[in-house]
């Protein structure tokens, strides 16, 4: 069993939609619903980098089509479709060799064909959409755990998953899910890199100043804002401990930082 402490398994997205509400793309209001589901859903954090994406009552995330809607004009108010995330995964890592993963016209032609879709009633993917997207992620540069409800490995059906390695300061594909196979730690390895998570420029230093405020606070869990949620689920973890033990954790993982940044 991995350690609950030193490696942190980054939760997957499942939206739980409200069939009294009305959700959709177009529609201002019903886009705002969708928003504001998707931003809990995710806890206020960007689905694909986890920075956060609400502050100050304000949402400044953006829809984002998983299967982009240039494929098809039924993907554009398809509500399994649209996941939420920083304007930054939206506008630039995601569109990253796009026009290569574009759908065939065959495959495009077999989606629209005798499709029975109610647009924005639509909350359960249906099964044309669930063959269309096992069609996207075989593509070149497709190698996307897409959101919400994230993607399950073609080869063990283990739900493709991302942990934070606390000692190395990096994501890496989770181990808690069970012995992924070589092609599946790859696509989960070309995600992390499609979204720059291990990156000097834009890697998280959050749970370092959480570290840092928590140790200055002798163990007391601090409101040290939460820019990232991978300070969230760390959080969660520390719930329901004494404030020694707290500390004693944190400290220990603090100095694997130090020992690595002076290394
Ligand atoms: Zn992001
Ligand atoms: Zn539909």
Redesign the pocket.
């Known amino acids: 069993m991995p350690d609950l402490f030193e490696q942190i398994e980054m939760p997957g997205f499942s939206p739980a939609y409200d069939p009294k509400t009305k959700y959709g793309y177009t529609n201002p209001h019903y886009k705002r619903n969708l928003k504001e589901l998707l931003n809990k859903t995710s806890e206020g954090f960007c689905m694909y980098c986890y920075v956060t994406v609400a502050a100050d009552g304000k949402l400044w995330g953006h829809l984002e089509h998983s299967i982009e809607k240039t494929n098809s004009k039924?993907l554009t108010e398809?509500i399994p479709n649209i996941g939420w995330t920083c304007p930054v995964c939206n506008d630039i890592f995601k569109k990253y060799k796009e026009k290569e993963r574009k759908l065939s016209q065959k495959d495009i032609t077999i989606f629209e064909r005798k499709?029975k879709?109610?647009?924005n009633r639509?909350t359960k993917a249906?099964a044309k959409?669930k063959n269309l997207k096992n069609k996207y992620l075989r593509q070149e540069n497709a190698q996307i755990i897409l959101q919400p409800n994230g993607v399950k490995g073609f080869d063990t059906g283990f739900e493709l998953k991302i942990q934070y390695n606390v000692q190395n300061g990096w994501f890496e594909p989770s181990a808690f899910q069970g012995e992924y196979s070589e092609q599946e730690r790859q696509f989960i390895e070309k995600h992390i890199n499609r979204f720059h998570l291990n990156d000097e420029a834009y890697r998280t230093n959050a749970l370092i100043t959480f570290f840092e405020d928590v140790i200055e606070g002798e163990g007391h869990i601090v409101r040290t804002p939460e820019n990232n949620m991978v300070v969230r689920v760390f959080k969660k973890r520390l719930e329901g401990l004494e404030r020694q033990d707290v500390l004693r954790i944190c400290k220990k993982l603090y100095t694997y930082y130090m020992v690595k940044l002076k290394a």
């Open positions: 039924y398809c499709i879709c109610s647009s639509c249906c959409y």
